[in-house]
């Protein structure tokens, strides 16, 4: 709670946009709105609501919220530019760096970081994907080689002949790396220009979330072919320096690949594979276990089956993705468990008529028939 109260005093007008100085993780202060930096803040308000809600806090949450969806209202009205999502500098800090009208790596993570654990949009879906489509058309190259020829700031983290997604653009008249870096230090505008894996990653399993498969299949086969072991070490996806632990955002594809959301205090556990969801299987973790996931569609049916490996699960309620149902068994081992379905869009949420624990070696079997 004091971490987010923080937050909303650097937020001085309580509009859901941060303008002062904003230190990140490009190494340097920025200033004026910027629409990575506050679509994150967006995301912790709407994390810090959930938390307040689950201790009893109603205060705080509605103060959250009400800043929420003030600043879901402006991050759209003053930063969407109707292609993406841009920054505006401060006119007393032009010296700073800024991405401005550049077409920057990060400008929706604060939804993809929303995905991630399972929280409500926390940005509007048209301008969110709006922006994903930019960042494959504007930054996304088969090959840096000829752009870092022209921008050559940076470090050479994908090679000549390479692909990767480039930092930042600027596709804009208005705005250029020249103005972007003001007087800031060459080593720090120069990330503009780089293909960072950690990054990279991120908006990755974010265009998954979003149904842009191809596009992220592809920015993560780029990172797979720069590390393959014939070019560098596999291990060692090198970002900062080695082993650099925003690498690990990877894992935030995986997760998306398979459409994961879990609430262990809930006991609920969801799928929705993005990838071959005909025939598809994967591991998951719980809070006090782990297992596998199946899922195979065919004839009409669907017959998806969760199994413990090591643990335990304790299930109340489970989503799956299913295009229609006319029938839904739930079982567990040899009994037939009571069901409850209530479909949302694609999604079908079924609630057990009891909670169960699965043990290590028990699978959960749910069969759907798929209406005409």
């Not at 995301?43 to 938390?51: Q, S």
């Not at 999502?85 to 604060?110: M, R, W, Y």
């Not at 299949?217 to 900062?240: G, K, Q």
């Not at 594809?253 to 879990?262: Q, S």
């Amino acid at each position: 709670k004091l971490a987010t109260q923080w937050l909303i005093a650097k937020d001085a007008n309580n509009d859901g946009l941060i303008e002062g100085n904003q230190h990140n993780t490009l190494d340097t202060d920025w200033f004026g709105p910027v629409a990575w930096l506050s679509g994150l803040y967006l995301a912790a308000l709407a994390a810090a609501a959930e938390m307040a809600d689950e201790i009893g806090d109603a205060e705080f949450s509605r103060e959250c919220r009400g800043i929420l969806e003030t600043g879901r209202k402006n991050l759209v009205a003053q930063l969407f530019d109707g292609e993406y999502f841009i920054n505006k500098p401060d006119p007393k800090h032009l010296d700073a760096i800024n991405s401005g009208t550049g077409c920057e790596i990060d400008q929706v993570f604060g939804q993809s970081w929303a995905f991630q654990i399972g929280l409500p949009r926390v940005l509007p879906e048209p301008e969110t994907l709006s922006a994903l489509k930019s960042l494959w058309r504007y930054n996304f190259s088969p090959n840096v080689g000829p752009y870092r020829e022209i921008y050559k700031p940076g470090r050479w983290y994908a090679q000549a002949g390479e692909a990767g997604l480039l930092m930042c653009s600027f596709p804009r008249g208005d705005w250029d790396y020249a103005q972007a870096k003001g007087k800031g230090p060459e080593w720090a505008a120069g990330y503009f220009n780089e293909c960072m894996n950690g990054f990279e990653h991120q908006v990755a399993g974010h265009m998954i979330r979003e149904g842009m498969l191809l596009e992220g299949l592809a920015v993560e086969r780029a990172l797979h072919d720069r590390y393959h072991a014939s070019r560098r070490n596999p291990w060692n996806e090198i970002e900062c320096g080695d082993h650099y632990a925003r690498s690990m955002a990877s894992y935030g594809v995986f997760l998306a690949a398979c459409g994961f959301e879990y609430h262990g205090p809930k006991q609920h556990i969801g799928f929705a594979p993005k990838l071959s969801p005909e025939n598809f299987k994967c591991a998951f973790t719980s809070a006090v276990g782990w297992g596998s996931f199946v899922q195979k569609v065919e004839s009409g049916k669907q017959n998806a089956e969760i199994t413990m490996r090591w643990g335990k699960l304790k299930l109340k309620t489970i989503a799956l993705e299913s295009p229609a149902e006319n029938s839904v068994l739930v079982s567990l081992g040899k009994k037939v468990l009571a069901a409850k379905t209530v479909r949302n869009g694609k999604q079908v949420l079924l609630t057990l008529g009891k909670p169960v624990e699965i043990e290590a070696g028990e699978s959960l079997v749910i069969a759907i028939s798929h209406s005409s």
